[in-house]
């Protein structure tokens, strides 16, 4: 397993995101990009790619591994909810396991904001428990992790980790309060997902 092909959770759930991407994208924008995996895979379906994250290691490793990628890549360390980006100015803004490290109802409306109308957002993330069936529903993934784990092992670039403030109900209460007609979706292995269409 290299730096460039390796798996995990987030990994696993990236064509979640992929296949939210539309036809004819343009330019598209990665919240918390990390080492800019997802990125470089955005690029060869967008037109051009932005990648933002405050970490500067991640990002130095995003831009190391954009170097070895075809396409329209750029990546900035930033602040996602304090750097200045045009309104309306991507067809497509995803994040991939990042919204929980900001505040979670700031960052969606951004992402929002950002978007041009008919454009898609797509989101991949985590949510803390806060019911006896939430935790029932997290047991029913450990069997598929560790069977993933044993076949495709395990790799961790290095990002920062923070556990989750907000819980399932709170995550989707919130996404269906701010985006309307949002399609939300939990998934097996402890993430769930947002996709939502910017009315045109």
């Avoid at 990125?39 to 990002?59: K, N, Q, W, Y």
């Avoid at 109308?117 to 598929?144: E, I, T």
Wanted: proline share 7%; with cysteine.
């Amino acid at each position: 397993m290299t730096q460039t092909d390796y798996w995990n959770h987030n990994v696993h759930y990236q064509p979640v995101i992929l296949r939210a991407v539309p036809p004819g994208c343009g330019p598209a924008l990665d919240v918390g990009c990390g080492d800019g995996l997802l990125a470089c895979r955005l690029a060869e379906r967008c037109g051009s790619v932005t990648g933002i994250d405050s970490d500067p290691r991640m990002v130095a490793l995003a831009r190391a591994r954009a170097q070895r990628s075809p396409g329209r890549l750029t990546f900035t360390e930033a602040d996602f909810l304090a750097h200045p980006m045009a309104e309306a100015s991507f067809d497509f803004v995803c994040a991939n396991t990042s919204l929980h490290h900001m505040d979670f109802e700031a960052a969606l409306g951004t992402m929002s904001r950002l978007l041009r109308p008919g454009g898609q957002l797509a989101v991949v993330g985590l949510a803390a428990n806060g019911s006896v069936r939430d935790w029932l529903v997290g047991a029913s993934g450990v069997p598929a992790a560790l069977l993933y784990r044993a076949v495709r092992g395990h790799g961790n670039p290095g990002a920062p980790i923070k556990d989750p403030d907000m819980t399932w109900d709170d995550v989707r209460s919130v996404a269906r309060r701010m985006l309307p007609g949002v399609r939300w979706r939990r998934h097996l292995m402890w993430r769930y997902s947002l996709r939502w269409r910017k009315p045109a």
